[in-house]
């Protein structure tokens, strides 16, 4: 059976929203501008679809003729994450917003008014410059014509890493999916306080998405590692890991190693200041989830793995296909030979899950409704 529902996929990277969106629905487009994300799109899917360039360029000839069902943004977060400079959304990089927008204004001057649009983002940009960016976002879409909702969804439902994104979606007239009275009770309180501070207008077409429960993760972070692999450290390097962490932190390793306990952490390394003096520490995790893959730019983002087992310690960094299970991607996915590039691409990508969860249950009942409507 032929894809039923059709999707622009901006800032693409290796294709985790397409993986996510599955057999059901058809790439009409997809960009990116990295040339090692764009070899492994096209690895991993042929190349019909996919434009590299920068989004900037791309222009209205270039677009489907069609107006999509979906159209699909995960921009860079770098200048909206906590651990950035938080320059904004009008920064170089976080700026590039403003470009998927100018598309999707141009679809609609044409007629080709996606049905929805849907970004992604890193849960800073609720509190990026005091709530403004957010509140930049949501009236331009609702401007458009679009019911507007938003949600924050933790990876960690769905796979053993914890990774909350903020999903910013629009709903063209005819196209929408259930709609509560009120916020769901596990929404985050950011969202809540960001939706408050929107403007009286813009807030009368907002609506908070009626959706089913959110369940899915039967797996740990040890389930998925490759406790085989041949590149764990000399005992005297896992020495070293261990001898930078606090004092709780070695007693909590102590305990699980006497227990002969087997257990998997995760680890980074990061600057502390202990009595007036700046410390480098290990701080591990050990309650079956992975940190928030990043994007490795340099030897303290790459994830530690401290595996306990018949009471020993082993430790090495987590590799590139343990991060593409953590992100929900398929074995068979080809991955860029390059470790950086390889974690780059998962690190700057979706969960796979959640991308299905949204499409399952927002974006195709809403999709639904509107040809039953048309028919």
Partial sequence: MGAEYSFLEFFAGGGMTRLGLGNSWQCALANDIDSQKCTAYRANFGGEDLIESDIAAITLAQLPKAAPDLMWGSFPCQDLSLAGARGGI??????????????????????????????????????????????????????????????????????????????????????????????????????????????????????????????????????????????????????????????????????????????????????????????????????????????????SSRQIIFAIEDGQVRSRLLNPREAARLMGMPEDYSLPESTTAALKLCGDGVCVPVVQWLAENIFEPGLRAHARKAA
């Fill in 90 to 299: 009008k920064a170089k990089r976080s700026g590039a917003f403003f470009e998927f927008w100018r598309i999707t204004e141009d679809l609609a001057a044409a007629g080709r008014m996606p049905r929805i649009i849907a970004l992604e983002n890193v849960a800073g940009l609720l509190t990026s410059n005091s709530g403004r960016d957010f509140a930049t976002i949501v009236e331009l879409i609702a401007g458009a014509g679009y019911r507007v909702s938003a949600m924050v969804i933790d990876a960690k439902i769905f796979t053993p890493q914890s990774r909350p994104r903020l999903f910013i979606l629009g709903f063209s007239p005819g196209a929408e999916p259930a709609f509560a009275l009120a916020a769901p009770n596990n929404e985050l309180t950011s969202l809540c306080d960001a939706v408050e501070r929107l403007p009286a207008k813009v807030r009368q077409n907002w609506g908070w998405l009626q959706a089913p429960k959110i369940t899915g993760r039967n797996t740990r972070l040890s389930d998925i590692i490759d406790w085989a692999a041949s590149d764990w450290h000399s005992p005297k390097q896992t020495k070293k890991l261990l001898d930078m962490m606090s004092q709780q932190q070695r007693n909590r390793i102590n305990a699980l190693t006497r227990h002969r306990a087997r257990r998997v952490g995760a680890a980074f390394r990061r600057t502390r200041i202990e009595d007036g003096s700046t410390v480098q520490r290990v701080e591990a995790r050990f309650d079956g989830l992975a940190g928030c893959l990043r994007t490795p730019a340099g030897g």
